[in-house]
């Protein structure tokens, strides 16, 4: 069986409302940085990259 849980003391409540509040106040301040984009090169099926005299040819996005 569980053993029932004990009410936090006072001092325990207001370190813990502390710790939150730092806590997001870090997130606020510094959000975590984006993952560099990575460049996908179109490869033959033997894993091969394309030679250097044929470019590469980059799709275009539509926006709208």
């Known amino acids: 069986m569980v053993d029932?849980?004990?009410?936090?003391?006072p001092e325990r409540l207001a370190r813990l409302?502390?710790?939150?509040d730092a806590s997001r106040l870090r997130v606020a301040l510094y959000p975590p940085p984006k993952p560099p984009r990575r460049r996908r090169t179109r490869q033959y099926p033997s894993g091969r990259p394309n030679p250097p005299w044929q470019?590469?040819?980059h799709r275009r996005h539509r926006r709208g």
């Open 4 to 9: 029932p849980i004990q009410p936090l003391s």
């Open 17 to 20: 409302k502390e710790l939150t």
């Open 55 to 57: 470019p590469v040819h």
